[in-house]
């Protein structure tokens, strides 16, 4: 019964700020690596940014500087904050628990082996 659930998204204006929290249960959450990946219409799925076990991180060129990943192992959850957000970050966002090289360097998801959940809408507009 892994399960991750995602929350914190929501409507803000271009320039506002978001948390997004991403919350494991069911298995051990400290060795995996864990990406958060968005998807809107139209769009390809983007990997947006993943943090290492030992707390590295990693981040899409489009938001460096705007977004930070972060975690906390004893309450099994994994955070995004998001600011200075543009209507180009619009989209549903979601966390992947998953081998570190192939999540965050290659920004794929293996369906077979990776945990996931159902996401959460950002919507970036006026």
């Known amino acids: 019964q892994a399960q991750l659930v995602e929350s914190g998204g929501g409507l803000v204006q271009p320039g506002g700020s978001l948390r997004l929290s991403c919350a494991a249960s069911?298995?051990?959450?400290?060795?995996?690596?864990i990406g958060w990946f968005r998807q809107a219409p139209g769009k390809e799925r983007e990997g947006v940014s993943c943090?290492?076990?030992?707390?590295?991180?990693y981040y899409a060129d489009s938001v460096k500087g705007r977004f930070t990943i972060s975690r906390d192992n004893a309450k099994k959850k994994v955070y995004l904050q998001m600011n200075n957000l543009k209507p180009e970050d619009t989209g549903n966002y979601y966390c992947?628990?998953?081998?570190?090289?192939?999540?965050?360097?290659?920004?794929?998801?293996?369906?077979?082996?990776?945990?996931w959940g159902q996401g959460t809408q950002v919507t970036v507009s006026p």
């Open positions: 992947v628990a998953g081998e570190l090289y192939r999540l965050c360097v290659l920004k794929k998801i293996d369906e077979n082996r990776d945990y």
């Open positions: 943090i290492s076990s030992d707390d590295g991180t």
């Open positions: 069911g298995f051990t959450l400290d060795y995996y690596a």
